[in-house]
């Protein structure tokens, strides 16, 4: 959520941002906005006036009442209790339109940087760099799903019977490949200086509406019937929530954790046979990071934080790239996105395995998330990283250590996280 005061010293530069994120049907919130505002500074305006004159006339009852002018004073009171309803009317109005600006600001997305490329969709993402050589073999490479029933490591069949599609049974080798995965990234993240969170998995309404956009919560989230609670589409929403309404001293940031948790998406829509598989389901585990700062560190951590989950991949021997995020491809709280993409040898191109966003204060105004530095109080920045999040990961780890027989490597890096083991083997 932007601020109010730029949208009434800068409407334009609000309008061309919507603009650049191809969101033109949000244009007229922008005067809506303004209109309601106006509205409410003229009720504040009137209220006050109002307050001011009732005081008077309670200086002008008890003078009058020491002079024993008990009629008069009465007819005063009379006037008060006029007043006093006014108020009531005045105030009902001005909560009614202050939560009218609410819902509409909280519509209009965040100021992009300039340095975000302009596009529509993700279609038009900028590659930023690449790290590593690409693999490339002398034999076929399997889909993913036959390379990992080939390990025995993957059941789709009972997990649909079980729960329906999109979700998956990991076993054996592959079943610890994956935990390995994620306790080898929360020690390379502590090794970073971030500190260790395994956060609620469910988070309240409030939250869900503080941390992301109501076209992101319909189209991800899962809410527990009757209650007002929603399964957590990634830590980063619970990671966030917990500054909620919380004021912190400038001495304490910046603030760097690093969090486990399972994930829970709708992932709406059909998808393509490489979407299908382990690729794009409902229930998967990540780990995370999540960085609160003032607003001059955020540049800095943005940069540190895509540059550690490279680190991590290169160390798996995965090659990987970085995407900038065009305009149409960003969030509304994005201030700014860089998607990091490993690389598929079966496909012969990169495909997403993590993401990386700064917020800037959209997350903070929505939640109360303040910094004091001595007598000043402003909004913190709020920052997130994929760390990694397999099982989407196992694919791009088992194509990227496949043997011709169809076994896997252990790069040395991961080999103490699996006993030792330096290879899957068919079984």
């Not at 006050?48 to 309670?58: I, P, T, V």
């Not at 709708?266 to 393509?272: F, I, P, R, T, V």
């Not at 109360?368 to 989407?392: C, Q, S």
């Amino acid at each position: 959520m932007i601020d109010l005061n730029l949208i009434r010293n800068n409407k334009e530069l609000v309008k061309e941002n919507i603009r650049k994120k191809f969101q033109d049907h949000k244009l007229p919130l922008v005067d809506e906005v303004l209109k309601l505002d106006e509205k409410n500074r003229e009720l504040k305006s009137e209220g006050d006036n109002l307050r001011s004159a009732r005081n008077n006339k309670s200086s002008e009852i008890g003078a009058l009442m020491r002079e024993k002018l008990v009629d008069d004073a009465n007819k005063i009171k009379e006037e008060v209790n006029e007043i006093n309803k006014r108020i009531e009317e005045l105030e009902a109005e001005e909560t009614e339109i202050s939560q009218k600006i609410k819902d509409i600001m909280m519509k209009i997305p965040n100021i992009i940087a300039d340095t975000v490329p302009i596009g529509k969709d993700d279609s038009e993402n900028v590659e930023v760099e690449t790290f590593g050589e690409k693999t490339k073999y002398d034999f076929e490479v399997p889909y993913h799903v036959d390379i990992l029933e080939k390990l025995d490591g993957l059941d789709l069949d009972s997990a649909r019977r079980v729960s329906g599609s999109g979700f998956y049974y990991l076993t054996g080798d592959i079943a610890r490949l994956h935990s390995a995965i994620l306790t080898y990234a929360r020690d390379f993240m502590i090794d970073k200086g971030f500190t260790y969170v395994i956060p609620p998995f469910m988070i309240r309404g409030d939250v869900v509406d503080g941390v992301m956009s109501f076209d992101e919560r319909d189209a991800m989230m899962y809410k527990i019937e009757g209650e007002d609670l929603y399964l957590i589409g990634t830590s980063e929403h619970s990671m966030i929530g917990k500054f909620k309404n919380t004021i912190t001293d400038v001495t304490e940031l910046p603030i760097a954790l690093t969090s486990y948790s399972p994930c829970f998406r709708k992932e709406k829509g059909a998808h393509g046979l490489e979407e299908r598989g382990i690729y794009r389901i409902h229930q998967f585990e990540k780990q995370e990071m999540v960085v609160v700062c003032k607003p001059e560190e955020s540049e800095e951590w943005y940069h540190k934080m895509y540059g550690y989950t490279v680190e991590l991949f290169r160390n798996l021997d995965i090659p990987v790239r970085t995407l900038e995020c065009c305009s149409g491809d960003l969030a509304d709280l994005k201030y700014k996105s860089l998607d990091v993409e490993a690389w598929s040898p079966r496909q012969e191109k990169y495909f997403e395995v993590g993401s990386c966003s700064n917020l800037t204060d959209a997350q903070s105004r929505r939640l109360g998330i303040k910094v004091k530095d001595g007598d000043n109080k402003y909004f913190a920045h709020t920052l997130n990283n994929t760390v990694v999040a397999p099982p989407r990961m196992l694919i791009a780890f088992v194509e990227n250590n496949l043997n011709a027989d169809g076994s896997v490597n252990i790069p040395e890096t991961l080999r103490p996280y699996m006993g030792n083991l330096d290879k899957i083997n068919v079984k």
